[in-house]
């Protein structure tokens, strides 16, 4: 078969195990798991020997019109370069793992058929979107995901978190998708066209009217998607779903998709140094902003999904300085060591029971628990705080050293000053990221108090003597897969040049030793910070610990969620003097803990106006517009009951009635004769 031909099945068979599952699953139940898993990985496999095929060489491209629209034609186009083929084998391996761990984390959830086919249709539309050569094409894939992240974000749909959660995340990101389709009706009118080869040919001849318009409506999807400033309130509140959907969504399908739409159009961004400078601004304040919230947040998946927001604001960085191979190695590295994060989360809720950072500080050996989730965890975190040689290291040294070449205008394809708000920005994230990363180590693997196990009771009445959980071998060994890429993608830089427009992705000196360096000390500082807290844990307990050591990780996870609130209160008003990372932000914890009160702002802002003509409208529509509906239906009501008066059965008086009518028909008769014949 033909590249182009791999290209297409490569989208096509998790789509089909999709609509397999949903057929198939209540019929035959025992076809689910080998349906979610055979096509994902069948998918991953021809990924690859496409990536292989095309060799960062020449792109490929392929297309077909669908139909004549009468003006712009809408065709089901390929396009295979070096970045689409390296993000679809980053996809199919994540997708594949997630599929892998959720054939045990989730092996008793009732709902797993419907959760596994959404999982695949999530996989094959971000493909679709990869893979896409036309923006139409594109756009189906791109709303194709919303749909499915609504209902995997609300799986657990008896908790209020998931059911609210769902919601909000398919609000905000189509509140960005109205300006993005705009955007796009824009653009293809002035290329001509809604081929993207096209469309970034006429963007670098000056061939796009109103460059500047057009880019910005597209930021506003993008931003709505990949959850950047300041349309990222969704991402944080969305890890009320299970677990393996996070690390689905953070590291390889939703939000990496407006990063790749960006890199992908970068001509169309570039043609503006407005947007360009729009751009940068947005990133740097994602950046340091996420990352203030994450060294507050006490729910482990809420500080991983800061920790998301500020990477892909690192990406946006890049981007913003007209490098995207950079942002796309970023891209590759942190899917990688994001969804071992994430998976790795999984396991450690499932053995503590909890999901808050507080009351896993206070249970002790749990990092012999589970040695897995610790020694994998420990490399993806070290990885995300850019410690070499790990993967995260060289890709965000290739964003700074963009960077730094662009502030000292070495690049004329974005403005000097994006590049210093850009490289400033990326640095405090730097030292504020390996702040939020060590502090999530030490209180989730260097808890002090009883163990963590003797700690676990259930609604079940499990008692004290329960055995430590023992988490599926599959899930176990998805975590050292993820590991494999997390530690040694970084070193392939020097042999990846072709898949990355030939541009070279080694560490510049400069940035290399100013990261490492402010990374280091933000670790020292809040190893410090916990040495002096770490004392005061035993002082302040922090509740009891819901856990189900021997069901399954969603089972501990949903009743997590659903008890966190209830069990340890609001995290951001009861003080934990035992958390560093409250005594490293002061005053400003309380205000980064609620993610800086945006949700109250945009309460404010949209949703009481919005509330309020609701019930303006409500009001019209039922005093007034409802008042003529029924004195329409009611004045008929009226002139039937009169009528209805005289139609009452008695002859003698329809005899009357008729005596008097001639009589009066009569007189009448005679007046107007006289008074005619007076005339």
Not at 178 to 195: E, H, K, W, Y
Not at 259 to 274: E, G, K, Q, T
């Amino acid at each position: 078969m033909t590249t182009t031909t791999l290209a297409v099945l490569v989208p096509l068979l998790p789509f089909l195990a999709a609509a397999a599952a949903l057929l198939l699953g209540r019929r035959a139940p025992g076809f689910v798991r080998p349906l979610a898993v055979l096509p994902t990985f069948a998918a991953l496999v021809l990924a690859v020997v496409v990536a292989v095929d095309q060799g960062g060489a020449k792109p490929i491209d392929a297309t077909t019109r669908l139909t004549p629209t009468g003006s712009v034609p809408i065709e089901l186009g390929l396009h295979l370069d070096g970045f689409a083929v390296l993000v679809a084998v980053l996809v199919g391996l994540v997708a594949t793992c997630v599929q892998l761990y959720s054939t045990g984390y989730l092996r008793d959830d009732p709902r797993y058929t419907s959760y596994s086919a959404l999982v695949s249709l999530f996989t094959s539309a971000m493909l679709l979107v990869v893979y896409s050569g036309d923006l139409m094409v594109l756009l189906v894939g791109w709303e194709v995901m919303g749909i499915c992240s609504y209902f995997l974000v609300g799986h657990y749909w008896e908790t209020p978190e998931a059911r609210a959660a769902s919601l909000k995340a398919f609000l905000v990101t189509k509140l960005g998708d109205v300006p993005f389709l705009i955007g796009l009706f824009a653009l293809a009118t002035d290329a001509g066209t809604f081929r993207i080869t096209g469309v970034v040919q006429a963007a670098l001849t000056g061939g796009i009217g109103h460059p500047t318009l057009i880019a910005l409506l597209l930021l506003a999807g993008v931003a709505g998607k990949s959850a950047q400033f300041p349309l990222h309130t969704w991402l944080p509140d969305a890890m009320a779903g299970p677990t393996p959907v996070s690390a689905l969504i953070h590291a390889a399908t939703m939000v990496a998709a407006g990063i790749y739409f960006v890199a992908r159009l970068l001509p169309v961004f570039a043609a503006s140094a407005a947007a360009m400078t729009v751009l940068a601004v947005m990133a740097a304040v994602t950046m340091v902003g996420s990352a203030l919230a994450a060294l507050a947040q006490d729910d482990i998946k809420r500080v991983l999904a800061y920790s998301t927001i500020g990477q892909l604001g690192y990406m946006s960085g890049a981007l913003a300085v007209g490098n995207r191979g950079a942002a796309v190695f970023h891209l590759l590295t942190h899917g990688a060591f994001k969804a071992l994060l994430f998976l790795a989360a999984g396991v450690i809720i499932h053995a503590a029971g909890t999901n808050s950072l507080a009351a896993m500080s206070r249970m002790g050996g749990l990092a012999q628990r589970i040695p897995d989730a610790y020694w994998t965890m420990t490399v993806a975190l070290l990885a995300l705080a850019a410690i070499p040689p790990f993967a995260g290291f060289f890709s965000k040294e290739a964003v700074l050293s963009a960077a730094e070449h662009t502030a000292l205008g070495e690049s004329s394809v974005a403005p000097s000053g994006a590049g210093w708000t850009v490289l400033i920005a990326g640095l405090i994230t730097a030292l504020l990221t390996a702040a939020y990363a060590t502090r999530l180590w030490l209180l989730a693997f260097r808890g002090r108090g009883a163990e963590a196990a003797r700690r676990s009771h259930t609604l079940d009445s499990v008692g004290a003597g329960e055995p430590p959980t023992h988490q599926p071998v599959v899930m176990n060994a998805v975590l050292w897969v993820l590991a494999v890429p997390t530690i040694g993608f970084g070193l392939t830089t020097g042999y990846l040049a072709d898949w990355f427009d030939g541009h070279p992705l080694t560490p510049a000196v400069t940035t290399s030793v100013l990261s490492t360096g402010v990374a280091l000390v933000g670790g020292l500082v809040t190893y410090a910070a916990w040495r002096h807290t770490s004392a005061l844990a035993a002082r302040t307990p922090m509740g009891a610990v819901a856990a189900h050591p021997e069901r399954d990780g969603g089972l501990v996870e949903e009743e997590a969620i659903a008890s966190h609130t209830e069990v340890y209160g609001d995290i951001a008003s009861a003080p934990d003097p035992a958390d560093p990372g409250r005594l490293l932000l002061g005053p400003l914890h309380r205000h980064a803990a609620g993610g800086f009160h945006l949700d109250a702002v945009y309460h404010v802002l949209f949703v009481r106006p919005v509330l309020a003509a609701a019930s303006l409208v409500r009001f019209l529509d039922r005093e007034v517009v409802d008042t003529y509906v029924r004195g329409a239906s009611e004045l008929p009501g009226w002139f039937g009951a009169a009528v209805r008066r005289a139609q009452n059965g008695n002859v003698q008086s329809y005899l009357s009635a008729l005596l008097a009518g001639s009589l009066v028909l009569t007189a009448v008769v005679v007046v107007l004769a006289n008074v005619t014949a007076g005339s």
